[in-house]
């Protein structure tokens, strides 16, 4: 593995959700989300046994012949995207696209379980995949609903207004082929981005790589190492959260660099319902900090980005 491409360590906020002061760790989940959009979460009561089971059946399906994952390739949003398909806007022309494969999938229920229909694998191939899959999906839910309660600004606002939709979640498994290019130069698992919504839940199996850039306007931009917490999630906030808080809350740019070794990771993201409008919430802004962003729509909003991104994009949003 090649260490020394690493840059240099940022201690994000440890957040414990075992201790008994529910009112001060929304304070400090809040005061995360002001200072990097960045921060870990531990004691989360999600099981080493189940992450395991995840993780054996995400490599249980990205080792599958091409031809059986390509059964599944993803058309909209969900099911198998194969290597190269993603290419951040902020890459060169040039660039074959990251080198890492994905399988996505959501809730079976509901209007996006129907308009988005989930791919699964053959039960022939992987008897034990959908199950364990689906016992992930329901058991982040209820941990990202603590998460947005934490941040809810305004009470009960995100339920009201469609931004909390536990049908609305995807879950995203990756594989970095971990491909170094032979001239020395960063090669990129995932470039820089941000993440499109409101809050992602990530788990690693423990392969370095994850790097943050906190100010993407500086130049040349400083990425410092997110380094891993062995049982721990590393959790961000998006941009349609950005937008909600007029920027307060802050969707920080990251990266996955290849460090010349395999790696796996599943990333939760929690999205607003399509039809939910995104806008300045009133407590975010004032007369002499107007709105930065204008209201949008999340189905708009998420068709746009993703056909930016994604070289096989086609749905009709
Ligand atoms: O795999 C990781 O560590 C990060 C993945 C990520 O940033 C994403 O999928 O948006
Ligand atoms: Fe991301």
Not at 47 to 70: Q, Y
Not at 132 to 147: A, H, R
Request: glycine letters at 8%.
């Amino acid at each position: 593995m090649r260490e020394e491409i690493m840059g240099t360590v940022l201690q994000l906020p440890i957040i414990d959700l075992s201790l008994p002061e529910k009112l001060s760790t929304s304070q400090l989940i809040r005061q995360a989300c002001l200072d990097h959009g960045f921060f870990y979460l531990t004691n989360h009561g999600v099981s080493e046994e189940l992450m395991e089971r995840v993780f054996r059946e995400s490599k249980n399906l990205f080792c599958l012949p091409l031809d059986d994952k390509m059964v599944m390739v993803r058309r909209d949003f969900r099911g198998y995207s194969p290597l190269y398909d993603e290419k951040s806007v902020s890459s060169s022309s040039t660039s074959k696209g990251d080198s890492k494969e994905m399988f996505t999938f959501g809730s079976s229920e509901g209007d996006l379980g129907q308009l988005y229909p989930n791919k699964w694998p053959s039960e022939d191939l992987l008897p034990l995949w959908r199950q364990t899959m689906e016992c992930y999906y329901k058991t982040v839910m209820k941990l990202l609903g603590i998460v947005a309660l934490a941040l809810d600004l305004e009470e009960n606002f995100f339920e009201r207004v469609g931004g909390f939709n536990d049908q609305a979640a995807v879950v995203r498994l990756l594989r970095y082929s971990g491909e170094l290019n032979s001239s020395g130069q960063e090669t990129c698992g995932a470039s820089a981005h941000s993440d499109f919504g409101m809050i992602t839940l990530l788990a690693t199996d423990g392969v370095p790589g994850l790097q943050v850039c906190r100010d993407k306007d500086k130049e040349p931009n400083v990425w410092e190492d997110v380094p891993v917490i062995k049982g721990a999630f590393v959790v961000n906030i998006g941009d349609l959260m950005e937008r909600w808080t007029n920027g307060l809350f802050r969707s920080t740019m990251h990266r996955v660099l290849s460090v010349g070794k395999e790696r796996y990771s599943v990333a939760v993201f929690l999205d607003p319902d399509p039809n939910c409008v995104v806008e300045c919430l009133e407590s975010c802004c004032s007369e002499t900090s107007p709105p930065r962003f204008p209201p949008v729509r999340t189905g708009d909003y998420f068709h746009e980005r993703f056909s930016q991104s994604l070289t096989s994009y086609s749905t009709s949003g």
